[in-house]
């Protein structure tokens, strides 16, 4: 196996993880609810919004702030959870870039 084959690869394990966690629908549900709300929302109405229990969404919030997806700020006495994509977006945009250039090389030597 290449040295660019197995860079691919090794990217592909590291993102694993990060592409798990997107495979679940109330984790997708509650991205986008935070998505929307740029202040970031608590437990309480993250549960309300997306009809699981409290406990439910904190084991997700969990591992959504894991995977860095999320993150929170401490007000008052409650946890209030952020969209915070930049790492895991980083990942995949690399991962992706890989991909794409081991594509373009493959396609051009097939050319010549």
Do not use: W
């Not at 966690?21 to 997306?50: C, F, M």
């Amino acid at each position: 196996m290449s040295q660019n084959v197995e860079h691919i690869v090794q990217q592909f394990k590291e993102s694993i993880p990060l592409l798990d966690v997107l495979t679940d629908e109330k984790r997708q549900a509650i991205i986008l609810l935070l998505a929307q709300h740029k202040s970031g929302l608590n437990v309480n109405t993250i549960a309300e919004h997306i009809n699981l229990s409290r406990p439910a969404v904190s084991h997700h919030l969990k591992v959504l702030r894991q995977s860095g997806y999320v993150s929170f700020e401490k007000k008052s006495v409650e946890n209030y959870y952020i969209l915070t994509l930049r790492k895991p977006l980083e990942q995949l945009k690399s991962l992706i870039a890989v991909i794409e250039a081991q594509c373009n090389s493959s396609l051009q030597s097939s050319i010549e």
